[in-house]
């Protein structure tokens, strides 16, 4: 099934860095999800973007919904160890019925 | 917040035998179950999306016969994998949309021996 572009595949930082990633997207959206997943459990909604341009903190994340409604940005700050995992980005097409298109994934390591 | 309980956690059956899992919401009412499947290192793959009261739609690839649902109510939804074989053996989650977006349960992981 269709999928969106999401970058990087994994990202090997130290604590205490800034981190970024992104997913894009041919289609539309109008609502852009990140989530996290820890090993063996099901995924866990982190930030929820309803609005181009919108731009959404949780803590020390921050995620914004891109203003062509194609793409859309999740950043960590000041990396900790409990920040290790896969962060997925979820969107909802115009056209969908509630579906999820998801990322492939973003596999978070970090140096302590 | 919503909450989706998923049982089992794990589970292990021999080849041939069928296997239910189950998706309870918890505090609110899920008209429509997202049913997903994924492998190590992969992202979720939609199954299925159940709808009470209705019969489910399983997307290209997906046996019906083989992956049955049934979503008896607006709180509970389940899949039953019938004449499970080894190749089905995968981590498989449910999905439900609430109020902010999508409440996942802690999902399932089958291995099939």
């Known amino acids: 099934g269709q999928q969106l572009n999401q970058s990087p595949q994994s990202m090997f930082i130290q604590e205490g860095e800034d981190v970024s990633m992104n997913c894009t997207s041919s289609?539309?959206?109008?609502?852009w999800l990140w989530y996290k997943q820890d090993p063996g459990e099901g995924p866990v909604l982190l930030i929820a973007?309803?609005?181009a341009g919108e731009l959404t903190s949780n803590g020390r994340l921050t995620a914004q919904f891109g203003i062509t409604r194609k793409d859309s940005f999740l950043n960590i700050s000041a990396s900790i160890p409990s920040d290790v995992g896969i962060y997925f980005c979820?969107?909802?097409?115009?056209?969908?019925?509630?579906?999820?298109?998801w990322g492939a994934g973003t596999k978070l390591i970090i140096k302590p | 917040g919503a909450v989706v309980s998923q049982h089992p956690s794990w589970v292990i059956c021999k080849s041939g035998t069928s296997v239910k899992i189950e998706c309870r919401s918890l505090d609110f009412q899920a008209t429509t179950m997202f049913w997903y499947r994924q492998f190590p290192k992969q992202s979720l793959m939609l199954m299925a999306t159940?709808?009470?009261?209705?019969?489910?739609?399983?997307e290209q690839g997906v046996e019906k016969d083989k992956f049955l649902i049934n979503h008896a109510s607006l709180t509970l939804s389940t899949l039953t994998v019938t004449s499970a074989h080894p190749e089905d053996s995968s981590f498989y989650i449910c999905s439900a949309p609430d109020l902010y977006g999508y409440t996942f349960g802690s999902g399932t992981r089958l291995t099939v021996v």
């Open positions: 973007l309803y609005k």
């Open positions: 979820a969107g909802q097409r115009e056209d969908s019925n509630y579906q999820l298109i």
């Open positions: 159940s709808n009470e009261g209705s019969k489910a739609t399983y």
């Open positions: 289609s539309i959206f109008n609502t």
